[in-house]
């Protein structure tokens, strides 16, 4: 048997086959370290396989400043003397895992206190070995998440650099190369002056309706870099995002936007479908999480082909949410549909498949409404006031909105120097409220 086999924390599912042949292989080497322990005289080889591979665990937990363990750790684990012990069979297996747990309890995070707390009741060597590896394999991961958590600022910040850097070379072979994006903001700015505000801005949040179409076309309001840009990054979702014309700035976000607009279609069918068949239940069905947590996951499966067969899906889906309703309703005592509100409930949940009808055209805009004011307000404001019909799918809406501002964020962050420049020509300094698009 390998001595190079040792326990780490399984990531595989306990059911499946390449986990049931890890779990095997592990429980093998350890049935053999418990073979070599117990002969006469005992065979140490793999244990010291195993307390090297603890003291290069240990030695990684540490931090630079930690010298004094580190020289301790050294002294301990002396592996040239422990093999010299080994060979005259004094190597005291128990005495030294008892010492990495005295260790491992002061470099543990404060979440791993328990863990190595129960380890100290194991006797037995070979188990409380197994139990060393196994709580270790979590401190490792615990050293990783940590460190990869401090570096991420520093990391992020070079990625933006490293990205601005790499456009601005291929900028300076081809002058023309903004020519898509400054179209992209030209039209995102004109279609400001020419709609009214439907998301409050950060200065004043309590008016949210704002002025007429004609009042705006008329009297509009000052343009704010801040707003072009939203009104951009929303025109985005809209798009045919294969178009010739696409902005140069965004290309390598345009396959996280594509996913983005699936998925913001998938959640207006889904918010219509919710919508109309709540009208049908009443309260009482749909004041349950349970009830309304089902219709989902039955809308969602079945609309994974709406997008080639949307009347063939949505009659699916008609027929299951209708059955469901039937069903519980009939489950809870309560008045069943009847055969004519039955048909009327599948007819009006058919005609979500055009792209005309009312329900879901009205689910479309607020979506989009809400994804302004995450990109203005923050994902968690905007989630304080959601506009009706969509209170069911504010779960969804949340990931959704906070991929959207991930991305929006990073793009200015990277592409900002550019969009400033771009906007000074398109809004004038009397309009002007903000300077920098960077600081949004």
């Known amino acids: 048997m390998n001595c190079d086999y040792y326990m780490e924390e399984k990531v595989l599912p306990p059911s499946s086959l390449e986990g049931k042949v ?9 049935d053999h370290l418990k073979e070599q322990l117990s002969a006469t005289p005992p065979d140490f080889s793999c244990a010291l396989e195993l307390l090297k591979e603890i003291k290069e665990i240990l030695l990684s937990l540490l931090l630079p400043r930690q010298n004094r363990l580190r020289i301790e750790i ?29 260790m491992m309890a002061l470099l543990c995070a404060p979440v791993r206190d328990e863990a190595v707390q129960k380890l100290e009741n194991i006797t037995d060597p070979v188990w409380l070995l197994r139990g060393i590896f196994q709580v270790l394999g979590r401190m490792k991961m615990d050293m990783v998440n940590y460190t990869i958590q401090s570096l991420q600022p520093h990391l992020q910040e070079h ?37 009214p505000p439907t998301c409050p801005d950060t200065s004043d949040s309590s008016s949210v309706a704002g002025p007429s179409p004609n009042e705006a076309a008329n009297n509009p309001e000052p343009l704010s870099p801040t707003m072009v840009l939203c009104q951009g990054f929303l025109n985005l979702l809209l798009w045919d995002l294969e178009n010739e014309e696409f902005p140069e700035t965004l290309l390598m976000d345009r396959t996280r936007l594509q996913e983005l607009k699936s998925q913001l ?25 349970q009830f309304v947590d089902k219709l989902k996951r039955i809308t969602k499966s079945l609309l994974e082909d709406f997008h080639s067969r949307p009347e063939e899906a949505i009659l699916t889906v008609s027929e299951q949410v209708s059955q469901e309703i039937h069903q519980s309703l009939k ?23 055009k792209k005309e009808n009312c329900v879901r055209s009205v689910i479309d805009q607020r979506i989009h409404l809400f994804l302004k004011c995450c990109l203005v307000l923050g994902v968690q404001r905007s989630l304080l006031d959601l506009p009706g019909g969509l209170t069911l799918i504010e779960a969804e809406l949340a990931e959704l909105g906070q991929k959207f501002v991930n991305l929006t964020q990073h793009n200015q962050q990277v592409f900002g120097p550019y969009y400033t420049e771009i906007l000074k020509t398109l809004i004038s300094p009397a309009q002007a409220l903000e300077t920098k698009v960077e600081s949004v």
């Open 22 to 30: 890890k779990e095997t292989v592990h429980n093998a080497f350890w």
């Open 74 to 102: 050294e002294e301990a684990l002396d592996m040239d003397l422990l093999k010299q012990e080994a060979e005259h069979g004094a190597l005291k297996v128990l005495y030294l895992s008892k010492y990495v747990l005295n």
């Open 159 to 195: 990625s933006i650099q490293y990205e601005r850097a790499k456009f601005q070379e291929l900028l300076n072979k081809q002058p023309s190369l903004l020519n898509h994006t400054t179209k992209w903001l030209t039209q995102a700015a004109a279609d400001l002056t020419m709609s």
């Open 331 to 353: 489950n809870m005592g309560l008045v069943a549909l009847s055969s004519d509100n039955t048909a009327s409930l599948m007819g009006q949940l058919q005609n979500i498949a």
């Open 265 to 289: 279609h998938q959640l207006t069918i889904m918010a219509s479908v919710l919508l109309v068949a709540s009208s049908f239940s009443g309260s009482v069905l749909f004041g349950s999480p």
